[in-house]
Nanobody, 119 residues
Framework: QVQLVESGGGLVQPGRSLRLSCAASGSIFSFHAMAWHRQAPGKQRELVAEIITNGRTYIGDSVKGRFTISRDGAKRTVYLQMNSLTPDDTAVYYC?????????????WGQGTQVTVSS
């Protein structure tokens, strides 16, 4: 069973930075994508950024130019560097891992970490 553990959330002032980490453990299919999603109160969950084991990345339009995603394969960890944070970035951030198999693609979720941007 795959487990994802997020860390790094908290309260930060507008304009500051935070880095989220998500460590994966368990038996993971070698070709997979790891992503960060977020959900603000009263809003739908949205994909923020994704990185695939072949190096391809996706950054959502709402965070492009401010957030970057990276991974450490040896540590099985993905990072979300968030710069120039605004109150609109306040949300619970969830780590997701999706196994890119032919056919059904199992995916797994972390428990979420709260990010609050406020002065």
């Amino acid at each position: 069973q795959v487990q994802l553990v997020e860390s790094g959330g908290g309260l930060v002032q507008p304009g500051r930075s935070l880095r989220l980490s998500c460590a994966a453990s368990g038996s993971i299919f070698s070709f997979h994508a790891m992503a960060w999603h977020r959900q603000a109160p009263g809003k739908q969950r949205e994909l923020v950024a994704e990185i695939i084991t072949n190096g391809r990345t996706y950054i959502g339009d709402s965070v492009k130019g401010r957030f970057t995603i990276s991974r450490d394969g040896a540590k099985r960890t993905v990072y979300l560097q968030m710069n120039s944070l605004t109150p609109d970035d306040t949300a619970v951030y969830y780590c997701n891992l999706r196994e890119l198999r032919d056919g059904p693609q199992p995916d797994y979720w972390g428990q979420g970490t709260q990010v609050t941007v406020s002065s």
